[in-house]
Each structure stands twice: as C-alpha cells, then as structure tokens.
C-alpha cells in the first residue's frame, strides 16, 4: 500500500521498519506510526498543527459534541461503498485521530490509513490507535499533496476540515472510487463568533476546483451543542483559526462565558472520480 517517498517503489513492512527494493528504509516510530515526509520541501518537526492545537483539539473532541457529525459521515461511506468487500480508505488531514479511530470502531472491515503533515499529531492519533487496541488502522506522515500510496489502491478517501488535492486523491483511487470532504457550513460556530467579534460573519462555501471527479449531492447537517463548562468553550476556541486572530480584549469576553448553546454545522461533499482523468 505504502511506496517509497524517494524513489517511488512499494514499501514492504518489516519488524521495525518500512523498505523498498532500493534499500530506502524508514524507521517505524516506537508508538507505531512512519515518518514518510522526507522531501525538502518539508520539514516534519515544523509542519502542520503545532503541540498547543492538538491539544486543544483533543481536548474539545474528546468531549463528544462532534459525535453526530462522525455517525453521519460513517453512514455516508458505508453507502458509498455498499459492496464493496474489505474496503481501503485514506484518511487525509487526520489531524489527531480523533475522526480516524472513530471511523474505524464502526467499520472494522475496512482498512484505514490515515496521514497528517504533522508529525505530533500523527504520534497523538497512534496513541489513540493503541488505547483502543485497534488493527485496522496505519498512521504516517505524510502530506496530501503527495500521498505515499500506490496508484488505483484506495476504494474512499476522506478529507475532513484538511487541504483538498484533486490529482492525488484520483491517482490513489480506484477506477469510479470515492471521496468525501467535510468543511463547515454557514452557520459553523457562529454563536462563537456573536461573542467575540462586533461583526460577526457566515462561513464561505469552499471551491475545489475537482476537475478529475464527478460531484454528487451536498450534505448540510447541523445541529446545536450544549456546552456547559468554561473548558469546553475555551478547548473549541483554542482549536479554531479565531484563537490566532482575535485582539486579546475581544478574547477576554470568553473568560466570563460559564454555558453556549452552539450550531454545529457541516457540509458534506462527495465525489466520484471520473472515468478518464
């Protein structure tokens, strides 16, 4: 499943390692996760989500307010992939693993490889992996725009709140294979935003420019959560892009919020790759 981020090569899966027929060896991390983000246009130990954001993000998610959105999504692939027997899909943009394992608890019949430009994160979502004791789920770093798996070997690829990449994810999957991309909806937190900005504003659509897949329908799915505790709001700020943009007087005002009552909002997308690509 795996190639070589060198040379290209399929990766064969030793007692500690991962290696190619060229002799390019990658050291499988004592959590159990790869490092396959070896170009120089990266550097692992500085990519994606810092330790801070992880944190928060596990924090928040551990919570369970985004428990509906993961019963939705699982019961949109599972119909996507109605048939189709031991199913291979990638989990792109993992993050800290929260959504991976969840995906995979409630199909273990499928194989899961989830990747993260971050290599804290990935480490954080193996430690997920290995609490719940699960088998059926790989972990790498690695980047989407350059994804360390063969050609035609994926059945879906799932993208959630990550960076979108038409050429690889067609290139990776299958002749009429899937994909689904989770993003926010309009309303996404926006009783968060009421509290912190003057102006509060409505999520954009996103546009992917998928020239290689067929587009089908578009989920919108919302619903509201109670946060009842000063950790939970503060937690889902600290994982937001807001955290890194709001003046501190404006941030102040969350401190003195004990309870929100919250729109969780998603829109999920999904594609079919298209015949000739």
Known sequence: ?????????ELVLGKKTWRCCKGHCFDIHRKGYVNLLTTKKHNPKKSGDNGDMVRARTEFLNFGHYEPLVERTVSVMKTLLEGVEG??????GCGEGYYTVSYARAMPEALFFGIDISKGACSHAMSRVNELGLENVFIAVASA????????????VVCTFA??????????????GKLVVISPSADHLFELKELIYENPYKNKPNEYGLEHFDE??????????????????????????????????????????????????????????????
Do not use: H, W
């Open 216 to 277: 089908g329908e578009e989920d919108i799915f919302e619903y509201k959560a109670s946060l009842g505790t000063r950790e939970e709001i503060l937690s889902l700020y600290k994982m937001t892009p807001y955290y890194y943009k709001t003046a501190a007087p404006d941030a102040a005002k969350l401190i003195e919020t004990e309870s929100l009552e919250l729109t969780c909002g998603f829109s999920i997308r999904t594609f079919t790759k298209k015949e000739r690509t």
């Open 1 to 9: 499943m795996y190639i070589c981020p060198v040379c290209k090569n």
């Open 87 to 92: 199913p291979v899909i990638i989990d792109s």
């Open 145 to 156: 725009f350059e994804l360390p798996f063969e050609d035609g070997s994926a059945d879906l």
């Open 163 to 176: 960076p979108v990449s038409d050429r690889e994810y067609a290139r990776v999957l299958k002749k009429g």
